[in-house]
Structures are given as C-alpha cells and as structure tokens.
C-alpha cells in the first residue's frame, strides 16, 4: 500500500520467491516480466498461472503490479505480442511498461483501458520527453538514471507524468535504449532482453594489456543517504533494480528503503553496509544524482563482495501482515455479523442466530481469540470492536466459520479488478512513400569533400560542430532540461548559417525544432523496428526514419513508410555520461584531437581495446559525453543487389574516422559496386 504522502516504492521480482520477498519488504508496487517480451528474458520470470496468483496476493495487500513489455517488437510478433498483453491484462496487473513506441502504438489502440508506463529503455530525459509522450497515451515516465537532482525536480514540475526514478540497483554505463554494444558485437541484443554486459570486461586505451582495467564498470546506484532530497524532489515513484537478483536482494534493499521512506531520512552508516552486503561492487556511487562524476563511479564485483552476498539468511515466506479492523456483533435473535474494514475497503458477513447460554456464555476473550485466527491470510488483527450480549452462547466452529466467510469476501473485494479487453481497433500504419536519397553524416566539416558534396542529397554535421559546408545538423542525443536554453542557441545559429533540415533521434527533444522551419529527419536512436513505430513517428512530422541496426535485411524489407537504413559506417555502440577518454587519456588529447580534426587533419582516433585486440573509437560528444563506435564499419558498396531485394532505396553513410581522402575512397567504392580492402561488417 502506498504510505500517505510517500512516493510509491517499487521493488523488482524475477521469480515468484522474489516475488513474496518483495512484498514482505514493504514494496508498494512490484514490477515483474512475464515469459516473452521483457528486457530481462533470462530471467525466470512468471508463467501465466504464476502472474495471475501473484497478482492476486500482491492486491490483497494493497501492492500493485507492474508488467514489462519492454523490447523492441518486430512486425510478425504483432499478435503474439497482444496475445501476452491481453494473458497479463487477465491476470490483472495494473500496468504494462513499454519501451517502444509502435509496442504502444498497439497497446493504446487495442486495450485503451491499461496504463501505460514509458520504460528507461525509451530514453526520455527531459520535461518535454513527459509532454509528448503524454499524447502517445502514457501516463508514466521512468526517465534516464543519469538525471541530476536539478534536472529531476525540473523534470517533475514541468512535464504532465508521474515521474519514476531509479534509486538503487545496477547502472548500465550506456544511456538506456542507447547500446548497441551487446548487439553488434555479440549478437545479443539489450534491446531484445538479452544483453551480455559487455561494459562488465576490462579494456584499455590501444595498445595496452587490458587486464584489470574496467573503464565502462560502473558502480551500482544508491541513492539511501539522498532520502529527503528525493522526497522533496516530487517524484511519484522510486524504483529499486533487480530482476536478476536473489530473494534476499529484493527483501533486504526493499526492507531498508522501507524504513528510510517511512522514517522520513537518509541512510545511516549501518544501513548502507547493509547494502553493500547483500550485493555492491565495490561501494555504491551517486555520481550522476551529485553531479560527481568522475573515476570513483567505478566498480567490479570483488570476491569479498560475493562472499558478503552468500551470508544473507535465506528468504522463505512472507511474514508481512495487514491489519484490520473488526466490527463483531452477537445479539439475540439476530444473525451474528462481521464487518472488516481495511485499506478503505469494508464487508461484511452474516452467520447463525446466537443462541441463549446453559453453562458457559461466550465472553469477549473467546471472540477475539477466534477473530485473531488468520493463519496464513495476508491480515492480522488491528481494532476489534467486539458488541455482545449478556448470555449468549455461539460454537467456536461457527464463528471461526463467520470469520473465514468475511476474510474471503475482504480478499475478493480487495483483489477485484476490471479486466481491459483487446477491442477492435485500427491502428495507423506508414504512409509515407520511401525516399531515394543518400544521406552522409560526418563528425568533421572537413570530412564533406567536394566529392561528397556532388554525391550525399543531403549532407549533415553534430550541432555543437556544426557549419555552413553542410544542409542540416544533428541533434545531440542527450538533451537535459538544464541544457536546453544553450541548444536551442545553437539551433538558431545553426540556422542563420544556412541549415535547412536537421536528425532528431529523441522523442523529447522534437520540440526543440518545431516552428522552425526544418525538414526534420529520425535517426537510429530512436530504436525502430516496425511500421507502427513508423507510422507514430511520421504522426509527429518525422520523415526520412533510420532503421534501428539491430534489423536484417528481411526485416527491412517488411517495414514500409519513408525509411532509411545505415548501409556504411562505424555504428555508435553506446552513448556515455561518464567522459572514459579523461579516464584514459586526459583532457588534453580529447581536446587536441577535436582540435586537429576540425582544422581538417583528422587524426587517428583515440581507441578502447578490448581483450581480444579490437579497438573501438571514442569520440567525444556534446557536454563532454563519448560515444563509442564499432571497430568495424558496416559496409555495402559491393552488395546493392541485396540493398535493391531489401527496398532499401533510402540510404545513410555514417563517417567517423575516416580523413578527406578515405571519405572520397569510400564514396567511389559504393559508385562501383565494389568491397573495401578492410575487413567490414554486413547486415
């Protein structure tokens, strides 16, 4: 039950021991993934008739239950995917969490009624991320967990959703719904459930062993000695990580953030040993809450911190009860009663006629002996208010049997809950006509040679670099509340220099270009992988939409509307918060490297080497944030055919590293139809 004037606390549950755990901690809201269509698929997650029990449980204690429908969503799981939606609508869970927006597309169409949560996978970080997505039918939103506390309470006041926050639990090093890491390079795709944690390795600047240095291990997130700062934040939910974690995990950090909600303060020194014992890696970090962020974020899990986790008692059953108040009437001549009141929630029921003593009158003591009775219901007796005639005399057997009668209509009127249905619906779809176009996108405005320039229709620089030699810009990624008055400058300026159009890849920084005048162009980031993420997109005035690089060339082919695919370049693998080229180089080579290459001497890159000796390109972003591409440019040139079965006629060159020379080199190899003399990877 959510504690009066106390954000929501919600706890993580991967099997049904988790589950009970949760509950037992004093969550107020547990989110949970059914067996298909979850970002943590290798979890063991719930069965049908698991769900619809636990949801049931979980109501009688007034705790609500959240389902993910969290990945990405190809076109021919269109009806599987509603067909999960609708099997975890019946087991009643009182919201589903989406992360992709044809995914909600068909949700708002098909069951209108169920309440939509906006996953972190969805990558909103900003008030007007809340606005649009509002219009898209959510009425939640979990934003990015690299928000300050700044940026939070803007967040807060200036979108129209609640706002949910993570507060404890493991950090992805990339933006959420950012990484492409596990995907391009291990075939496992974090957007579809199934991330290998490729952050979790050791790497090292290029050319040095890479052992024992982990500069994309993050520290899990605590944000216990941050409790009354959060409180007075506005923020209507705190979410605990961990639906890959153990029993005692979600009953040992739900009970702490319990109390401390409860108790209206931060954490003390005890309380966050408490925490690192039963799962840290190496201390906790609140860097990004703090706005420290630095190497002290970093972490890996240590041998000490296993054994610590291993001492946790074992978690077998709930032992968490709800009171309730007991109104017990036996009269003459009357029917005796019950009435049961809790959470705002009153029954009654109705049993045999008392009947007048011949020995031993019933006293109040038996009464209350016979009502306290609940084994392993969820209550416990809170108030009895007990009104009994001199007397009278009732079998024990009979009022036991009035009590359990009572309890049963209680539990009933407590888990009752409306079912949504799937209704008949028509849901939009591309309508857009494929462009024929070739798009470059350069780090560098030296990179747009003569030769580029006669042969991209459109040719397009980062904001932050942006100049007249190219048509349009690219937005940076990340956008916070705090940084949008500077962004919104470069816009204007941008503009003033002569761009015409302009990539967006966030559902909330669109506005920033409304009005403007700009054709505006979706990118990649913005994960699409059906037509009915197509056709919202294109619904809020997006055309020319980059496919997500996760799809393959049969997947393309089924995806209609004005669609482009990224057919050469170096893929952005993550998108960090954290700058690691400080990390591993110092400022100064950053600075000298941006330097250089925008004076046109584009030097080689600063790389991460990972254990196998392949070395992935950082670059630095806007703010100071990197980006990591792939060791291997996806390339093409020699395989149009497969291009043309596709229909792929709407083509995106990403250059990144490449000097002048080699940008004209690759544009001549694609003219001809002819493979790289490197090794590239293909769709």
């Known amino acids: 039950m959510i504690h009066k ?21 004093g969550a107020d809201a547990i989110y949970v993934g059914g067996t298909s269509f979850n970002a943590r698929i290798n979890a063991t997650n719930f069965t049908r008739e698991e769900m619809s029990e636990c949801v049931r449980l979980a109501h009688a204690y007034g705790v609500k239950v959240y389902t993910t429908l969290n990945t990405l969503l190809f076109d021919k799981e269109r009806e599987g995917f509603l067909s999960c939606a609708e099997e975890m609508a019946e087991c009643g869970v009182d919201a589903f969490i989406v992360a992709d927006l044809g995914a909600a597309a068909l949700l708002r169409s098909y069951m209108p009624e169920m ?55 493991a950090l992805c090093v990339s933006h959420s719904g950012q990484c492409l890491f596990s995907s391009i390079v291990g075939g496992r795709s974090g957007n579809r459930g199934l991330c290998a944690q490729p952050c979790r390795l050791p790497y090292s600047c290029a050319g040095e062993p890479s052992c024992n240095k982990y500069p994309l291990s993050l520290k899990d997130l605590s944000l216990a000695t941050h409790v009354t700062e959060i409180l007075s934040s506005g923020v209507h939910s705190l979410k605990i990580e961990g639906r890959m974690k153990s029993p005692e995990y979600v009953r040992t950090v739900t009970g702490v953030w319990r109390t401390l909600l409860d108790e209206g303060r931060n954490a003390t020194q005890k309380e966050m040993q408490t925490l690192a014992d039963i799962f840290s890696r190496g201390g906790f970090t609140d860097g990004y809450f703090t706005r420290n962020i630095n190497k002290k974020m970093l972490g890996i899990r240590s041998d000490a911190d296993k054994s610590a986790s291993h001492s946790a008692d074992k978690f077998t059953k709930i032992t968490r ?3 309730i108040d007991m109104q017990v009437s036996l009269k003459k001549d009357t029917p005796a009663s019950l009435t049961l009141t809790c959470k705002g929630v009153t029954v009654s029921a109705s049993g045999d006629i008392p009947m007048e003593a011949i020995n031993s009158p019933i006293d109040r003591d038996c009464v209350i002996r016979s009502m306290s009775k609940l084994g392993d219901t969820p209550f416990e007796l809170g108030s009895a208010d007990i009104s009994l005639d001199d007397n009278v005399m009732l079998p024990v057997s009979r009022l036991n049997s009035l009590r359990r009668d009572a309890v049963q209509r209680l539990t009933d009127a407590l888990t009752d809950k409306s079912i949504p249905k799937l209704v008949s619906a028509n849901i939009s779809k591309p309508s857009g006509k494929k462009a024929k176009q070739k798009i470059g996108r ?36 990340v956008i ?3 940084e949008k008055e500077q962004v919104t400058h470069m816009i204007d300026e941008a503009i003033n220099m002569g761009a015409d159009c302009a990539v967006v890849g966030n559902i909330g920084n669109i506005s920033l270009l409304e009005g403007k005048g700009l054709q505006i162009y979706g990118d990649f980031r913005f994960n699409v992988t059906n037509n009915y993420s197509v056709a919202a997109l294109e619904e809020l005035g997006i055309t020319s939409i980059t496919l997500s690089p996760e799809l393959t060339l049969p ?21 960090l918060e954290k700058c690691i080229i400080r990390d591993l180089y110092g400022c100064d080579a950053c600075d000298k490297y941006i330097s250089d290459c925008k004076d046109g001497n584009i030097q080689k890159p600063l790389l991460l080497s990972d254990r196998r000796g392949f070395t992935f390109p950082i670059v630095r972003e806007y703010q100071h944030r990197n980006i990591i591409y792939n060791s291997l440019p996806t390339c093409m040139s020699d395989r ?36 790289l003399d490197i090794q590239v990877r293909r769709i």
Do not use: C, W
Not at 458 to 475: H, N
Not at 555 to 565: H, L
């Open 5 to 25: 004037n106390l954000p929501e606390l919600l706890s993580p549950a991967g099997d049904k021991l988790a589950f009970l755990a949760a509950i037992d901690g």
């Open 480 to 482: 916070f509340d705090s």
């Open 115 to 169: 309440e939509l949560h906006a996953s972190t996978q969805m990558s909103a970080h900003n008030a007007a991320a809340g606005v649009a997505l509002q219009k898209l039918g959510f009425s939640r939103l979990v934003p990015a967990r690299e928000l300050s506390l700044e940026d939070i309470k803007t967040l807060v006041s200036e979108n129209p959703l609640e706002v949910e926050i993570f507060t404890h639990g």
């Open 442 to 477: 350069f780090l560098f405005a030296p990179q747009i040679t003569d030769t580029a320039r006669q042969y991209f229709d459109k040719t397009f620089l980062p904001l932050e670099r942006y100049e007249s030699r190219a048509d349009g810009f690219i937005l940076p990624p």
């Open 321 to 323: 009860k709800v009171p």
């Open 555 to 575: 997947q393309i082919r089924d995806i209609s509307g004005d669609t482009a695919v990224i057919v050469y370049g170096r893929l952005p693998l993550m998108t």
């Open 640 to 675: 149009q055919d497969k291009l043309s079965d596709a229909k792929i006629t709407n083509q995106v060159f990403i250059f990144t590293t490449e000097a002048p020379s080699e940008v004209d080199r690759v544009i001549e190899k694609h003219k001809n139809q002819l493979p």
